[in-house]
């Protein structure tokens, strides 16, 4: 029989879709019927077995180093040629064709132990940053360093699906130009079933971290292709879908719990440390972070973090968390629990950990915090957070120097005073909770950071200010107020706030 | 306008509902602006809701770029189904930032309810306007598509701000 008239043998498009599970505590299960799109050629190999009662027939496909069979503007997997006969009679709903699959792709270790790690639901408090045994997630990988460039070299797994049910979802023809094959798609949803066991479950995260893998290598931040797209939706789905967020608010609550009632000072050690072994940086930057002696396993994971934020920014677990944070409109104690849960951020998940557990702290019995402000360099790139200090006056202004690297010129911005601030204070002595910086760099009291930022470094390049960025505040001073000064001329807000 | 005497009253959660199923979600983040009225001063029962892309950016602070909008859906009314349309013109509106949280979110959907009751003809805008300057407080809360928002809606803005600076007075 012929396929719109055309009879003999003609490939296929083909494409899989499937549905995945979800696990209790999500933090919004909108997405649970979302359905995954395998559009990865790390899928080496497939095998569809088509049973049509008293006969089968296979499509298959089977690419090498040469031959890709892959589509690259459908997106779809190119099968062997099919005759055309076949074709039809697969398509004939009266033959009620049922399917099965055979799957073979690869993937690098490493994102498969790191969603195992994010996605814990156990009722311990270890996470990426702090796992119960390094070695599982330090055996994926081997990491090199050459003068300042970091090599990290993945290791990688085959895995094969053997006699996955699948079904045949939709189908399109569309006629070619006279002689030539019609284009033929077909699509087919995996069965992991409605209840996925173990090896399910297993196999859907590694077809995730196949894709992780491939968002590594090719997830760049600008102009990405469109299959790199569906691989981020499809990381960013699993985790929606995996993420118990209670268990990170209990990681939180744990952390809180054991330094309630502390001095400030006592804080700025004590929480310090405890809120830095729960979370890794997970971007390079020029400051010291984890410290390669005392901290190694996290200096290490830090470092291959650092490569893909900077090369393959949409491979970046920060860039999921962002995604997870925004499109549900986490609170500040949500994306505190979220960043626990995942134990990775940059500088503003580890600002928002720390002025949420000093928000409870505050409001727990016994506290000798009197406020908190989460806050930042005026003119660098950076968050962290002020405490036992309060903030009464905020200006709103434009960013008028060309050397600021936090905001653009004209892009508005808040701040707040410090040295002003800190004279309001008097004798209450206020401190810093940077757990992001090491420990060496930090600068633990307000008066340090004061002259940090009018040091002589900053003051070469233009950047020395009394300002701080302004982000929010616990809790609100009475006598609060918000000057508006963007509709003053450059110069004004120059006059006003220098060198931002 | 005229106050109907049966019309329904629409409660902002119950269109918020409906629009998140009109949304068809995805794991893409995004920002749905706040209900806005089809035109202003409002001479019928629309509202329509515009959503912006809210890319993450690599920064240390979190930060995202905004771009859109980049779909439109209408409501002609309580009852009717929404309408759905992508728009042609999307294009990058800059960057915005974690902001004060502090800012009461709850006035913003006090703001909404207000507007709602208004293109329903439960109040007039004047009854509602104390209500409705929410909607300024969550132009500031988001700089960047609140800009493209000013624009769009200029009527509606404009009168907003008018009733802002007599509130003042």
Redesign the interface.
Known sequence: MAILGYKGDLPVAVSFQWKGDIVAGVVDA??KD?LYVLANELVTEFEIVADLGSWEMLISRKATPKKRFFDSTLNFYVSSPISSDDLEDLLDPANKATFKVNLTFTYRTFFDVLLTQMTRLDSTSHNPANPKDTKPILDTFTHGRSGKKVRITYKEESKTLKGLSCSLRNHDIKAAKSGKVPGVKLIFQLDFGSSPGAAEKEAMRKLVAMDWSSLARRGR?KSPDPVVLIWQ?NV??YL?NHTDLSRGERLRQEIQDRHVGKTPKALSTDLRVDIDRHLVTA?H?GEDRESRKSEHYQWVLSELLGTL?QSA?RS?P??HS??I???FSL??QQ?AALALQYGVG????H??VSFSILMGIIDSPGNLVSGVV?S?NANV???FVVYNMEVNDVIKTKATSPANS???VD??L?LFDLRKALAAAAKREAFVMDP?LDASVMKSTAKELLAAINGPGKKKRKKDTDFL??????P?PLGFNIDDITSKTSAERAAKVKNV | MKRPQDTPRVLVGDLRTRLKHALEPRPVPSQPSLALPADWPPTGTSVEFLVYEYEPLPTGRVAFQVRGPVRRIVFPSASEAPAVEAVASARDLGIEQESATSQASADWAVAEQALLDVMSGQRTAQEASGELIGYLHWLERHPALGADLRVRKQAFFEWLERNRRRRKL
């Open positions: 909108s997405l979302n931040a939706e960013s789905l929606i971007n930057w934020h920014w970046s920060v860039l962002r995604t944070s925004q499109l609170t500040t994306k940059h500088c503003g998940e600002a928002d989460s930042g790139d950076h968050a936090r905001v653009k892009e508005e808040h992001y960025a302004y982000v929010d505040q616990y609100i």
